[in-house]
């Protein structure tokens, strides 16, 4: 990532060290001129180690300021309360953090479609419904096609989100679908699909 022209802060490094797994950001520095700031919260109720990241980064010869967040929400189907109130919490963190700038916010949140997520908050939206929700892109988890969990269960949902305020996505597509390596033992570069989406700020 490093080599591609990715940044991430020291802070996120020393928090992630001899970890099995947490949240990371990085900024892609030919775009972004300089992180303002970066905070990483623990939530309250987790029992997964989980949290939120939000950095606030400055782009663009106007210097104009915009934040990006990112989260790993509770998982399992029994943690659902929980995982509502990460994400409730998490927009009111949000606006906080942006005042009068925009923000956006993506990650695993593990959404799933019995999850009571309620009306957003307003001015934020959901990028996949805003471009118009096409089907080829809704499912992020697929145990189906993606065989990194070797699982023997099938399942096909719709587990990760963006989301965003003050910022228009103009486009939204589900990425990582070709596998890293070939032969027996073949595997994608995560057992989600990745988000890719781009904006107008």
Known sequence: MLELGFEISQDNVDRIENQPYSEAMFLYTPMFAERKEQVYYRFDNTCMNRGLIVTKAVFGQQQRQIVFATSHLESEKQFSKERMQQLRWSFDKLHEHAGDCGWIFGGDMNLRTDDD???????????????????????????????????????????????????????????????????????????????????QV
């Open 117 to 199: 997520v309620g009306e957003l908050p307003e001015g934020v939206v959901d990028c996949w419904e805003a471009v118009g929700s096409p089907k080829e892109h809704e499912i992020t988890w697929d145990t189906i096609q993606n065989t990194n969990l070797r699982a023997p269960y099938k399942l096909r949902m719709r587990l990760d989100r963006l989301y965003a305020y003050k910022a228009t996505p103009l486009s939204f597509k589900t990425v990582g679908k070709e596998q890293i390596s070939h032969g027996e033992g073949a595997e994608f570069m995560s057992d989600h699909w990745g988000l890719l989406s781009e904006f």
